[in-house]
């Protein structure tokens, strides 16, 4: 006789079967949310400005968690900084190529031609937008979450946090600015040509 067990049909899964099924369940669910909101920037960008404005407001009002602003202001910089970056450092492809000379010498002629000025090279981002996006918007949220737990409410006389941050973003913010002006760069498509669009 057959019982329940061996024909397969009356198995019950077992509790990790079911908490790894809930899991890919959740994990698919959240991927369909992530794609829906892919295409709509706008309001990605005013959806991660009001989660950034209640944490704002959560720090004023409770007037603690400064560390915990701190680090999150530091971390979007840190975004920020890549956001802005080209993927291919132009710094680093003058080395390369100033190298590759070295080494050819002066007789050694190179196959491809080394003056690129009149090329086309689009501007990649190192840090796309939509991960930019992303990153931005889970560190605010978890920052949020921080604020509800005292073990981060670390005694901080905050200005000096304030001034070293500023004094921080103005020193990196003046280091990319000078390196967009000397590689002729910009990050944003403000007073680009475009071709191919509707007239």
């Not at 931005?136 to 560190?139: K, L, Q």
């Given at each position: 006789?057959m019982?329940?067990?061996?024909?397969?049909s009356?198995v019950?899964p077992?509790?990790?079967q079911?908490?790894?099924?809930?899991?890919?369940r959740?994990q698919?669910?959240?991927?369909?949310?992530?794609d829906?909101?892919?295409?709509?920037m706008?309001?990605?960008?005013?959806?991660?400005a009001?989660?950034?404005?209640v944490?704002?407001?959560r720090?004023v009002m409770?007037?603690?968690?400064?560390?915990?602003?701190y680090a999150?202001?530091?971390?979007?910089?840190?975004?920020l900084?890549?956001?802005?970056?080209?993927?291919?450092?132009?710094?680093?492809?003058d080395?390369?190529?100033?190298?590759?000379?070295e080494?050819?010498?002066?007789?050694?002629?190179s196959?491809l031609p080394?003056?690129?000025?009149?090329?086309f090279r689009?501007f990649?981002r190192?840090?796309?937008e939509?991960?930019?996006?992303l990153s931005?918007?889970?560190?605010t949220?978890?920052?949020?979450?921080?604020?509800?737990s005292e073990?981060?409410?670390?005694?901080?006389?905050?200005?000096?946090?304030?001034?070293?941050?500023?004094?921080?973003?103005t020193l990196t913010?003046?280091?990319q600015?000078q390196h967009?002006?000397k590689?002729?760069?910009?990050p944003?498509d403000?007073?680009?040509?475009?071709?191919?669009g509707?007239?």
């Open positions: 006789m019982s329940a067990t061996d024909s397969g009356g019950e077992s509790p990790i079911n908490l790894t099924a809930n899991y890919a959740l698919r669910r959240y991927q369909q949310i992530l829906r909101l892919t295409p709509h706008l309001y990605r960008w005013v959806g991660f009001a989660i950034l404005g944490f704002f407001l720090i409770a007037q603690g968690w400064y560390i915990v602003c999150h202001a530091i971390y979007l910089l840190n975004l900084l890549a956001f802005l970056q080209p993927k291919f450092d132009p710094s680093l492809q080395d390369l190529l100033a190298d590759e000379i080494e050819g010498g002066e007789s050694g002629s196959p080394s003056q690129r000025d009149d090329e689009p990649v190192r840090l796309p939509w991960q930019f996006w931005s918007t889970r560190s949220i978890i920052a949020l979450f921080c604020t509800f073990i981060f409410d670390v005694p901080v006389y905050w200005p000096i946090l304030v001034v070293y941050f500023f004094v921080l973003l913010m003046r280091r600015i967009m002006i590689y002729k760069y910009i944003f403000i007073g680009k040509a475009k071709y191919g509707k007239r």
